[in-house]
């Protein structure tokens, strides 16, 4: 059975910095492409970054660029999301999911909510 | 970035009945390998989203037959054939042709 494990959500100071992680299992973490999808309260969902299975390719929508780094460990079947210069509307729900050959999102996590706040 | 349009954005039904969501991208989501890759994803109250159709048709696998999804180019629609009091939640598109993926605003579906 695939599951994803988000953890690491809490609340942080504008300027400050998370780092999320994506525990995976039940399947071949190495082969899969993932993302990270957020969702600020009451809101849509927001796409916000992918990575290649190696790790070679990392890819972030424009709002996070240059703050956020996205990484994996396949050794470990985890993925992160280190998250730096924090502003007030990266206040979310943060889901990882993995991506399947359809170019979609075909498995998500639970979430992991982040505030940010003063 | 391309935009996806739900509408209705609030869609209250009575139990048993029919239901319709329509989804429009503002390019055609046509990929050039010829495939369409339009999802649609259903988010229960509380819970993570759920991929419930992708490329415009096919359906995940344990969803019901009531949902079907239709639709070319730019136009897409998402049909529940006779809504049940588990299908209320939100309903989105997202679009999986194009750079960045992008979500539609999202349907609410509610038991009238």
């Known amino acids: 059975e695939v599951q994803l494990v988000e953890s690491g959500g809490g609340l942080v100071q504008p300027g400050g910095s998370l780092r999320l992680s994506c525990a995976a299992s039940?399947?071949?973490?190495?082969?899969?492409?993932m993302s990270w999808v957020r969702q600020a309260p009451g809101k849509g969902l927001e796409w916000v970054a992918n990575?290649?299975?190696?790790?070679?390719?990392?890819y972030y929508v424009d709002s996070v660029k240059g703050r956020f780094t996205i990484s994996r460990d396949n050794a470990k079947s985890s993925l992160y999301l280190q998250m730096n210069s924090l502003r007030a509307e990266d206040t979310a729900m943060y889901y990882c999911?993995?991506?399947?050959?359809?170019?979609?999102?075909?498995?998500w996590g639970q979430g992991t909510l982040v505030t940010v706040s003063s | 970035d391309v935009v996806m349009t739900q509408s209705p954005l609030s869609l209250p039904v009575s139990l048993g009945q029919p239901a319709s969501i329509s989804c429009r991208s503002s390019?055609?989501?046509?990929?050039?390998?010829?495939?369409?890759?339009l999802n649609w994803f259903q988010q229960r109250p509380g819970h993570s989203p759920r991929r419930l159709i992708y490329?415009?048709?096919k359906r995940d696998s344990g969803v019901p037959d009531r949902f079907s999804g239709s639709g070319s180019g730019t136009d897409f629609t998402l049909r529940i054939s006779r809504v049940e009091a588990e299908d209320v939640g939100v309903y989105y598109c997202?679009?999986?042709?194009?750079?960045?993926?992008?979500f539609g605003q999202g349907t609410k579906v509610e038991i009238k």
């Open positions: 990575i290649q299975p190696d790790g070679s390719g990392k």
């Open positions: 390019q055609s989501l046509v990929y050039s390998d010829g495939n369409t890759y």
């Open positions: 490329e415009v048709s």
């Open positions: 997202m679009q999986g042709t194009h750079w960045p993926r992008t």
């Open positions: 039940g399947f071949t973490f190495s082969s899969y492409w």
């Open positions: 999911a993995r991506e399947d050959m359809h170019n979609t999102f075909d498995y």
